[in-house]
T-cell receptor
Framework: NAGVTQTPKFQVLKTGQSMTLQCAQD?????MYWYRQDPGMGLRLIYYSASEGTTDKGEVPNGYNVSRLNKREFSLRLESAAPSQTSVYFC???????????FGEGSRLTVL | SQQGEEDPQALSIQEGENATMNCSYKTSINNLQWYRQNSGRGLVHLIL?????REKHSGRLRVTLDTSKKSSSLLITASRAADTASYFCATDSTNDYKLSFGAGTTVTVRA
């Protein structure tokens, strides 16, 4: 039982390159979230999907796109990476739209 | 802007002592949650307190909630070296389905 799996765990990009962070959960949860974590700033919500087929912007959506591919998978895409997007990205899920979140181990992205 | 703010930003205590950290938030909430993050790892849920609850216990953890002051506290009793981590409060607003986090409190427990 893997829980929430994020890939890749580490990535280095050059400015302007694109990439997709993948998140998959085997917990049969409806709601999925993408956060970024920067030193001293806690976690900030990028996008979330309350249920399959829906996505909504969070606090810091600019420069990102998401796809809720199916109930299990929620991907985050950087179309043209910028140094300001250097961060640790966390995917999280929960059974419904309220309650405890279950986190992946994070994806550490560096944009040069 | 972030919903929750923790205080203090950092805390250093001796093993066996209690650790207390506070969280303040801005809007009406369904519940408030506390999470722990060990260095380099994902966040782990510790405890959830609903808006109609005032106090909750889980093992060595005690959480209080004062909705009139929009504040919460997390008490860790008889701390251990393994409690060294960052602790975050998070709030489920009544307005939307976003869980908003504070900046966290870094706790160091000295042996």
């Amino acid at each position: 039982n893997a829980g929430v799996t994020q890939t890749p765990k580490f990535q280095v990009l050059k400015t302007g390159q694109s990439m997709t962070l993948q998140c998959a959960q085997d917990m049969n949860h409806n709601s999925m979230y993408w956060y970024r974590q920067d030193p001293g700033m806690g976690l900030r919500l990028i996008y979330y999907s309350a249920s399959e087929g829906t996505t909504d912007k969070g606090e810091v959506p600019n420069g990102y796109n998401v796809s809720r591919l199916n109930k299990r998978e929620f991907s985050l895409r950087l179309e043209s990476a910028a140094p300001s997007q250097t961060s640790v990205y966390f995917c999280a899920t929960r059974p419904t739209q309220v309650g405890e979140l279950f986190f992946g181990e994070g994806s550490r992205l560096t944009v040069l | 802007s972030q919903q929750g703010e923790e205080d203090p930003q950092a805390l250093s205590i001796q093993e066996g002592e209690n650790a207390t950290m506070n969280c303040s938030y801005k809007t009406s909430i369904n519940n408030l949650q506390w999470y722990r993050q060990n260095s380099g790892r994902g966040l782990v849920h510790l405890i959830l307190i609903r808006s109609n609850e005032r106090e909750k216990h889980s093992g060595r953890l005690r959480v209080t909630l004062d909705t009139s002051k929009k504040s919460s506290s997390l008490l860790i009793t008889a701390s251990r070296a393994a409690d060294t981590a960052s602790y975050f409060c998070a709030t489920d607003s009544t307005n939307d389905y976003k869980l908003s986090f504070g900046a966290g409190t870094t706790v160091t427990v000295r042996a």
